[in-house]
């Protein structure tokens, strides 16, 4: 397996991006970690779902504060997020269906790691400085 780490070059500069951002990472290895070793139906559906229920805070965290700050990038960033939940509600469809193919490993591996770096790195950022250009704080309770 792939295990992605975190590192500087993934921050975005707000905190609290970046610590969801480690927590999502763990769970993407754990699912994969799980599936690579084909650790049964249970503890497979069991990761997915805390990947699934991580992912929809983190991206609910993200765009509470870009509506709150009248973010101007919201839409596009919004449907982006969109799209991966639409992904990984396929993917557990899939795994449902055909058990942990190999397939569905280098799914989470492959396409699951470069989803993310890609979207932390192409639009999380723009966040990121968005938020640091307006002087503006995130809090998890704002
Ligand atoms: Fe960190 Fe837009 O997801």
Do not use: C
Not at 36 to 64: A, C, M, P, V, W
Request: proline share 1%; no cysteine; aromatic share 8%.
């Amino acid at each position: 397996m792939v295990g992605m780490k975190w590192d500087q070059s993934l921050s975005v500069g707000i905190d609290l991006i970046d610590e969801q951002h480690k927590m999502l990472i763990q769970r993407i290895n754990d699912l994969a970690t799980a599936v690579d070793r084909n650790q049964g139906t249970q503890k497979i559906i069991k990761t997915l779902d805390f990947l699934l229920d991580y992912t929809e805070y983190h991206f609910s965290t993200e765009e509470k504060h870009m509506v709150k700050n009248h973010y101007p990038g919201y839409n596009e960033h919004k449907e982006a997020h969109e799209d991966l939940k639409v992904t990984l509600g396929n993917l557990e469809g899939d795994f449902l269906e055909e058990g942990a193919t190999q397939d569905l490993a280098e799914s989470i591996n492959v396409f699951l790691v470069n989803w993310l770096i890609k979207h932390i790195h192409g639009i999380d950022v723009k966040f990121g400085a968005f938020l640091k250009e307006q002087g503006l704080e995130m809090t998890e309770d704002a």
